[in-house]
């Protein structure tokens, strides 16, 4: 069965401090893991976006990390600031036939930046 | 310029009732989803549809009907709504054209609570 499963399920920390979320995996067969976050009342977008042969990804304060033999993937996120207060989910892909792919969602990690 | 809409954003109404929950994208993609997130946060698909034809249908209820006039626009609907139907909806949508990525992009989501 697929699953995706994230570590913390919520972290508070302090503006200005850096964080990492993890999330491990077992989804067949693999294609790719993205982190998205989610803002209260809204739909999820995307951060990155890595596929099997990519060890990390940076998109601004936000490094994604992805060991595919252990599988397992982490987030971090440098120099937090208050508008980084969401929900943070980890997404493993599986790459069907004329259906696009077919996500598994982990639960996310909610993070509180206090300032 | 929303690239994945829905109607209503917001959607309260009595047990047993009929609603529908419309989506359109305007993205030229050729595949849409329908996602359910309920209160712990997880989202799970629903149905997957790919150029108007059902491509995933996730163990749901009979009681939702997804219909697809065309493929810029997949509606929901739910037929004798129960308590449990509340939760938020998500509407995404992706190109199943050859890549690694296949990136879906969501809609904002429509609060649905049954009373």
């Known amino acids: 069965k697929n699953q995706v499963e994230q570590s913390p399920q919520s972290l508070i920390i302090l503006e200005g401090k850096n964080c990492t979320l993890q999330?491990?995996?077992?989804?067949?067969?693999?294609?790719?893991l993205r982190w998205y976050k989610q803002d209260t009342g809204r739909g999820p977008v995307s951060l990155t976006i890595?596929?099997?042969?990519?060890n990390t990804k940076s998109n601004g304060r936000y490094t994604a990390t992805l060991d595919a033999d252990t599988k397992q993937s982490s987030l971090h996120i440098t120099a937090s600031q208050l508008s980084d207060s969401a929900s943070y989910i980890c997404?493993?892909?599986?790459?069907?036939?004329?259906?696009?792919?077919?996500?598994?969602f982990g639960g996310g990690t909610r993070l509180m930046v206090k300032p | 310029d929303t690239a994945v809409s829905q109607t209503p954003k917001y959607l309260v109404t009595q047990m047993g009732n009929d609603k529908s929950i419309k989506c359109e994208q305007n993205l030229g993609h050729d595949t849409m989803y329908w996602y359910k997130q309920d209160s712990k946060k997880f989202l799970k698909i629903m149905f997957s549809?790919?150029?108007?034809?059902?491509?995933i249908n996730e163990t749901v209820p009979n009681r939702f009907s997804p219909k697809s006039p065309d493929k810029a626009h997949l509606n929901l609907h739910i037929n004798s709504l129960e308590l449990g139907d509340s939760a938020v909806y998500f509407c995404?949508?992706?190109?199943?054209?050859?890549?690694?990525?296949?990136?879906?992009?969501f809609g904002p989501g429509t609060r649905l609570t049954v009373l």
């Open positions: 549809y790919n150029n108007k034809e059902l491509i």
């Open positions: 997404v493993v892909s599986a790459e069907l036939r004329n259906a696009g792919n077919m996500l598994t």
């Open positions: 890595m596929t099997f042969s990519e």
């Open positions: 995404a949508s992706t190109s199943s054209e050859s890549s690694s990525y296949n990136e879906q992009f």
């Open positions: 999330c491990n995996y077992t989804v067949s067969p693999f294609s790719n």
